[in-house]
């Protein structure tokens, strides 16, 4: 059983905002006020938004020394601010996580206009729900409302910072928003949160990591959420890939973390989809498939030409099977798409693979 999941690093670092909206911390963190009274009050201050720092509120100088029993800290400052420290305790009767402002602090805050690019993810939240193997996760999700309404949701675990491989969570379910349509299945995607009419909102879901890491214990576990706006078909307008199609482009792997391989110097060999041939797509989608049904596991990483590879172990007949040649058994980075000229001056897109050895 998961006995604890801590706090995860988001994927974006911009300050997301409420009513398309982001915000930004002020840069003196000495400026932070410390609350006495609840300072989520309705009838304290002006209600702004929401962002990932908790409410931003509009308080006036009256407002504050309200908030602070006129301790003298609210002197002559009035302003936008939010309302961060408060805790989340999760809530027996209603099994949600419940904001509960405990000696709150007031941080003031930028108000930068409109929020746009890619989506935001921040401020996430996992803790295991007590006598059970399910996961609740919330998280901030902010998304420019000019790209899309809707926005693919990936979550990711691994078993402590110190692991170089994160694993893809798919039994995930409960969003607390609608669910997303998904025109290629004819179905509710559990993966895509579908927030209305909100570009930026809390979004509650949980894992059911019983049914993926069974018989599991850890205490230093991490949970990774990533948000990415959906692909549409240009020759179908409105229908969108399915979110295990379009995906992140990201395999869960940490360069930084993982073992260090460099080239050997020996001849780099190209892929071959075996009723295709060299056929760079064919044998890109063959190798790919051919290492995941045969379970081959990710050794680490090359550098080649300032670009990161990953690296596999493979065997003579696992080396026959990918390239249709005899070769030997090693670790080899595969090495994606290599631009090639051939002899009449065109350009040639060849997927390879090169042996590597262990970086010393």
Known sequence: MLSMLGLVSS?????PGSGNKSYKLTDDVGDSITAVNDPTQWEIGTFVGDSQFGQIKLFSEADL????NSNGTATGRSGLFAITGG???????????EYTAS???????????????????????AQQIPGSKNVTISFWLQYDTSKSSNVYIEVWFRESSNEPQWERCMAISNFNTEYGWNH????????????QSHSSDRVDTTWDAGTEKLNFKGENCEIRVMAIYPKEDPNSPGTLSPAEQQGSGWDGYEVELGDQFVLTGDAQVN??????GPEPFLANDYFLSYIQQNNI????????????FPVYSLTSDDFL?????????????????NQTTDQFGSIINECIIAKVSLQL
């Open 321 to 337: 099977a990918v390239t249709g040649v005899a070769g030997t058994a090693g670790n080899y980075a595969f090495s994606g798409f």
């Open 11 to 15: 994927l974006f670092s911009q300050t």
């Open 65 to 68: 020394d309200a908030i602070t």
């Open 103 to 125: 000696s709150a602090k007031l941080e003031p805050i930028e108000d930068l206009g409109d929020f746009v690019g890619a989506p935001l993810v921040a401020d996430v939240y």
């Open 297 to 308: 596991v990710r050794q680490g990483t090359a550098n080649i030409d300032g670009k990161n």
């Open 271 to 276: 892929l071959a989809h075996p009723d295709y």
């Open 87 to 97: 805790e989340w305790i999760w809530n027996e009767t209603s099994l949600t996580q």
């Open 184 to 195: 290629a299945t004819s179905t509710y995607d559990l993966l895509v949160a579908h927030t």
